[in-house]
């Protein structure tokens, strides 16, 4: 069965430091992967999509991803985190074949600390 | 980027009363769309996936005869919660696709749904 795990609830950082959001997907045959990110009462907006090529992906606000298909893992990371970056980030996964549906993980709220 | 609205962005109904919620893909057509369903602090579950011209396809669990999903074109598709009760207070999020597995879903900005 398909899923996607996200096994952090909350990430808090400082400002200014790194940050890395962690995701964890299981599915059959290649992915597509995407993260999003909400704010308060708000829907998604797309940051960033790995479909092929490059592990490394760039995306929106200055976030970046790394696909990691050995550790079946696509991580999202921003070199200098920002306090307008605090939000409910999503990651998801869609099967190559078939379906278009997502499969979404549970989220993780990311505090960034003046 | 690509727009999805959503209207009204917050309702509140009395029980018993039918609620409908539009999605609309503003500048570009979207073959497939999608409705969630968020509870406070959790993830996104999906209802149903409608394609324009189509019968939506409902998830497990979810009840066809409470919520109708209407496809009507390739730019609007609505979500009517039928008999709305309080258990159905919560916050719907729909999505617009172009259609391939590699295109992104676009979210709307979701209705805050109250029944009283």
Known sequence: ?114 | GAVVSQHPSRVICKSGTSVKIECRSLDFQATTMFWYRQFPKQSLMLMATSNEGSKATYEQGVEKDKFLINHASLTLSTLTVTSAHPEDSSFYICSASLGTAYNEQFFGPGTRLTVL
């Open chain 1, 1 to 114: 069965a398909q899923s996607v795990a996200q096994p952090e609830d909350q990430v808090n950082v400082a400002e200014g430091n790194p940050l890395t959001v962690k995701c964890t997907y299981s599915v059959s045959g290649n992915p597509y992967l995407f993260w999003y990110v909400q704010y308060p009462n708000r829907g998604l907006q797309f940051l960033l999509k790995y479909i092929t090529g490059d592990n490394l992906v760039k995306g929106s606000y200055g976030f970046e991803a790394e696909f990691n298909k050995s550790q079946t893992s696509f991580h999202l990371k921003k070199p200098s985190a920002l306090v307008s970056d605090s939000a409910l980030y999503f990651c998801a996964v869609r099967a190559q074949s078939g379906t278009y549906k997502y499969i979404f993980g549970t989220g993780t709220r990311l505090k960034v600390l003046a």
